[in-house]
Structure formats: structure tokens, C-alpha cells
């Protein structure tokens, strides 16, 4: 894997941000498109204001299109929405076309709205396997990524899928990829920062493999090495420790 350390948030997000440019670039040159799976929660809205404004012109945004890594089963207009942040954040100032944003469609039930959502990546990537050009994800402090959430149903599937899980602690559905699924993807990459994080990422760095308690250890990418994005806070008891 590839630890990218940077002092303060305003850095990673610099970072993270021309990762995501050239990552796409060279997606479109090699097949016409970019299939981009966006993280949600607070972390990343810097990164894409920042892709929304200056890194508006570095890219042919008319050939990207956008996924979710997982949703919370709320409605598509509740501030909890990942969708609905990515919407304000990025898609409405880069017009994107409604053709190019596949949501997770959650007036339906979680088990439906999984299969309707694998259905949709399915008939995109044409019958082929759906192997994205780039997945963000981010890290709980509970050492969970996209909706695999600890000891949940989600940290033994062995099948490239979308699934429903529900999350005992949050006393909720929520709809996510698994594991094998992002792991087939051509690059990963992790945006993790914040003294809170610290305890999970050493566990997750660390040489111990317990995929029901860090989840994000289950996040090994076959294409590519794995690339963290993360600031010095968050690294600092694998600094202490190493």
C-alpha cells in the first residue's frame, strides 16, 4: 500500500484532489469514460469543492459518471443523503447530466434498493464485471469503510455485490458494496484524517487481520496498491508504534 501523510486537512484534500484528476485522465484515454464511486459523510466535501472549482477545467467532466459506495436509507432529500451532499458539493456546479449520477434509489426497501442499485451498475458496465476506475473510501473511528460496519453480515461476504446490512449501534438499514466488489476496482483509495481515527488506523495498518472488528482491513485492492490519504493526527500512534 501507499501512505500519502500530509500535515493538515487543506493538504490532503490537495492531494487527494489531483489523485482524482489523474486517475480520471487516464481513465478517459483508456476507455472513454470514468467511473468515479464517491465516498459520503463530512470528510470528502472539501475534496470536491475543490474538484467542483479549481480542478474544474483539468478534466472532461461530460465523460464522467458517479456511484456511491454505500447509502444511508434515508430520503434523497434528508441532510443524511450521501447523494444529497455530492449533489450540493459537486454535481450541481459541474452540471452534471442526471444520466451520469446513479443513486441509491431509497423510497425502496434495503434489500430492494441493493438489488435495484446492482442492477443499474450492471447494465452500465454492459454485462461485463463492474470493475470501477476509482473507489474513495472513508474510515470510521470504529474501523468501518463504505457501510461494512463491525461484526455485521457485511465482513464475511465473499461475493462481488451490492447488499443491505443493518447496523445494530445506529438501529438502521443502510445499502453498501462489499468488500470483494471494491476490491476489484482499478485503484482505491482512502481519505482517513483526525486524532479520532487514530486508534482504528493502527489497528488496521497494524499485523493483525480481525476483518469482523476493522473492517477496513478487508480493503486489498487486486489492481493496484492501496493508497491512503491521511494527515498526521490520524497516523500517530502507527508513528509512535513503528
Given amino acids: 500500500m501507499n501512505l500519502h ?38 470528510s470528502p466535501k472539501g475534496v470536491y469543492e475543490l474538484l467542483s472549482t479549481k480542478y474544474k477545467q483539468d478534466i472532461d467532466w461530460s465523460k464522467v459518471f458517479f456511484f456511491f459506495g454505500d447509502e444511508r436509507t434515508v430520503e434523497p432529500f434528508h441532510k443524511d443523503y450521501n447523494g444529497l451532499m455530492a449533489k450540493e458539493t459537486l454535481f ?15 423510497f425502496l426497501q434495503p434489500q430492494d434498493a441493493a438489488a435495484a442499485y446492482k442492477k443499474s451498475i450492471d447494465k452500465h458496465f454492459e454485462g461485463k464485471e463492474p470493475i470501477f476506475d476509482l473507489i474513495l473510501l472513508g474510515m470510521g473511528d470504529d474501523a468501518h ?16 455485490d451490492v447488499q443491505a446490512v443493518f447496523v445494530e449501534k445506529l438501529n438502521t438499514h443502510r445499502v453498501s458494496f462489499t468488500a470483494p466488489l471494491i476490491n476489484m476496482a482499478d485503484h482505491v483509495a482512502f481519505l482517513t484524517f483526525g486524532k479520532n481515527k487514530a486508534t482504528a488506523l493502527y489497528h488496521v495498518l497494524g499485523p493483525q487481520k480481525d476483518y469482523a472488528s476493522f473492517p477496513a482491513q478487508l480493503i486489498n485492492p487486486v489492481r493496484s496498491p492501496l493508497n491512503w490519504f491521511i494527515d498526521e493526527e490520524a497516523y500517530a500512534l502507527c508513528k509512535q508504534n513503528s
Fill in 92 to 106: 450541481d456546479h459541474l452540471k452534471t447530466p442526471a444520466d451520469h449520477i446513479f443513486y441509491v434509489n431509497t
Fill in 145 to 160: 469503510t463504505a457501510s461494512i460496519f463491525p461484526h455485521t453480515t457485511l465482513t464475511a461476504v465473499t461475493e462481488a
Fill in 5 to 42: 501523510i500530509y500535515e493538515e486537512v487543506n493538504a490532503i484534500n490537495e492531494a487527494l484532489a489531483q489523485y482524482i484528476i489523474s486517475v480520471g485522465r487516464q481513465a478517459i484515454v483508456t476507455n472513454g469514460r470514468f467511473n468515479f464511486v464517491l465516498t459520503g459523510g463530512n
